[in-house]
């Protein structure tokens, strides 16, 4: 196969969008950069995290020479303190779809936030805003016991409790705020969500390894390679400031948070990296539940293809969609 036989003007005419999903530390950017030496593309991000400034190495975020090669949206986008939504990502990313196919280029969205994914397929339920006294009240009886308030869920929304781990403190506590505002189950509410008047092809693809164990491995360098880049240092400069506080989703993002209460003096350093790693896979364990349930996705496993093999088979998942 040739780089020609995609015809990438053909996939804009048909609306076509390009989903490269997978879990942290699978090689979704490599793979989206591979993808842009070939074709005119444009990558959105989908990462709660990348959209936060200052927070570049513990996210791993895309160099300033890797953005230069292609242009990336979605990244750098607010401060630390600000807040932004799965419904914000779905209004950003629609924007941005469109004004890129116009550009005559093809939209790629990156990244492994599954639920920005989901939101933008199937549409944003008509969820209450959160309630501060609520989510204060639930916030410290999580700290007490998580897994007590995990057994809150499962008595009023058993079908959330299945999915929501109780190692997820920011969807639990989302999922038993909502029941508290509405007294109806978060589940219920989602599955009356209406449907994305959305009219775009489009194609997913999924990193999913085989091997758990090459996963984690990964998963172990790439926390490695974080903190000889300078992960602490980039922390210390979040924790000194005096508008930032643990509670905040940017301070909750995995290692972040670990890095927060080692620098408050709530463990050693150790036990800092041991958290690390371990919230990280968590972390991984949840985006590939969410990956498994989707459909029509072409999978690779990245840790027994190159990104060369990998590029080759996407060209050809797209070549073969072109005329759809």
């Known amino acids: 196969m040739t780089d020609a036989d995609v015809n990438i003007e053909k996939l804009v005419q048909h609306k076509t969008v390009l989903a490269i999903m997978g879990p942290t530390a699978s090689g979704k950017t490599s793979l989206a950069l591979r993808l842009a030496q070939q074709w005119p593309i444009e990558i959105i991000s989908v990462d709660s995290a990348l ?146 008047n959305w009219n775009v092809n489009l194609l ?34 979040l924790f000194a400031r005096p508008d930032l506080h643990a509670d905040l989703p940017s301070i909750r993002s995995v290692g972040y948070r670990q890095a927060w209460c080692y620098l408050n003096a709530e463990y050693d350093q150790t036990t800092f990296e041991q958290k690390a790693l371990i919230a990280t896979r968590q972390l991984a364990k949840r985006q590939l539940t969410w990956l498994r349930k989707e459909q029509g996705l072409l999978t690779l496993d990245p840790f027994e293809l190159s990104t060369e093999q990998q590029a080759k088979l996407v060209g050809l998942y797209l070549q073969k969609n072109t005329n759809l």
Request: glycine share 6%; charged share 25%; hydrophobic share 35%.
């Open 204 to 237: 997913k693809v999924g990193l999913i390894p085989a091997s758990r164990e090459r996963l984690h491995l990964q998963i172990q360098l790439r926390l490695e390679a974080m903190y000889q880049q300078g992960f602490l240092d980039e922390v210390r400069n």
């Open 51 to 196: 959209i936060y400034k200052g927070m570049d190495i513990g996210t791993a975020k895309p160099s300033h020479a890797e953005r230069q090669q292609v242009p990336h949206h979605l990244i750098d986008l607010i401060d630390p303190t600000q807040s932004y939504s799965a419904a914000d990502f779905v209004t950003d990313a629609k924007r941005l779809v469109s004004e890129i196919l116009e550009r005559g280029r093809l939209p790629v969205l990156v990244g492994g936030t599954m639920m920005y994914f989901h939101a933008l397929q199937q549409g944003m339920a008509d969820l209450p805003s959160a309630d501060p006294g609520i989510r204060v009240r639930l916030q410290q009886q999580y700290e007490q016991d998580p897994q007590a308030l995990h057994q809150q869920l499962k008595n009023c929304d058993p079908q959330a409790a299945e999915r929501i781990h109780y190692n997820d403190p920011q969807r639990l506590i989302r999922a038993l705020e909502v029941y508290e505002i509405t007294g109806e189950p978060l589940s219920r509410l989602q599955a009356q969500q209406a449907s994305v």
